[in-house]
């Protein structure tokens, strides 16, 4: 298996500009998470899916974001409109229903300037 | 929010030297696990210690839980230099299917 699959890898925009991140899960994974990374805050989950239903929103830090999953194999976390203060790594993690590991993404890299 | 926090912050050794990072958290648990990061990568699991054990070898690394002190310890003997990461650890809250990751310990293992 490929592992969990991010794009991009990097992403630089301007303020105001829509980002949207994408994510491919491991195949059979009925879990998937969405984590900010930022020196000050550390890793912070945003988001979790369970079969495709959000469960859990409550680390989304305002409504210029957002996520979605439409099917088991893919999930966006959109950013619309990006701030400067969103700037992170955002990383995308899946696991298996019944298991507590979580295998994660290579995230992605987001600077807004 | 954060639910583990470990301590220390950084810690910095010799090649050949064990390496420990203790990580404490606030509420009951149906487990905790411990993951590594390497710069610009991905978080990688490491083991897991259920709330029933109180200690857990894999290899090199030992993980000891004591769930009256709400904290764990993960010991690496005989450390390498591949061994520098940041290492974090994260607890399976009951009644919660997500899990909350601690700040990090940041590992520097030098030749």
């Known amino acids: 298996d490929a592992g969990v699959i991010q794009s991009p890898r990097h992403e630089v925009t301007e303020m105001g500009q829509e980002v949207t991140l994408r994510c491919k899960p491991i195949?059979?994974?009925?879990?998937l998470f969405w984590y900010r990374q930022t020196m000050m805050r550390g890793l912070e989950l945003l988001i979790y899916?369970?079969?495709?239903?959000?469960?859990?929103d409550s680390g989304m830090p305002e409504d210029r974001f957002s996520a979605k999953m439409p099917n088991a194999s893919f999930s966006t976390l959109k950013i619309q409109p990006s701030e400067p203060r969103d700037s992170a790594v955002y990383f995308c993690?899946?696991?298996?229903?019944?298991?507590?590991?979580?295998?994660f993404g290579p995230g992605t890299r987001l600077t807004v300037t | 929010s954060q639910q583990g926090e470990e301590d220390p912050q950084a810690l910095s050794i010799q090649e050949g030297e064990n390496a420990t990072m203790n990580c404490s958290y606030k509420t009951s648990i149906n487990n905790l696990q411990w993951y590594r990061q390497n710069s610009g990568r991905g978080l990688v699991h490491l083991i897991l210690?259920?709330?029933?054990?109180r200690e857990k070898h894999s290899g090199r690394l030992r993980v000891t839980l004591d769930t009256s002190k709400k904290s764990s310890s993960l010991l690496i003997t005989a450390s390498r230099a591949a061994d520098t990461a940041s290492y974090f650890c994260a607890t399976d809250a009951e009644n919660n299917n997500d899990m909350r990751f601690g700040a990090g310990t940041r590992l520097t293992v030098k030749p």
């Open positions: 210690i259920r709330s029933n054990e």
């Open positions: 195949s059979g994974h009925d879990y």
């Open positions: 899916f369970n079969n495709n239903v959000p469960i859990d």
């Open positions: 993690a899946s696991r298996p229903g019944g298991r507590s590991e979580q295998y």
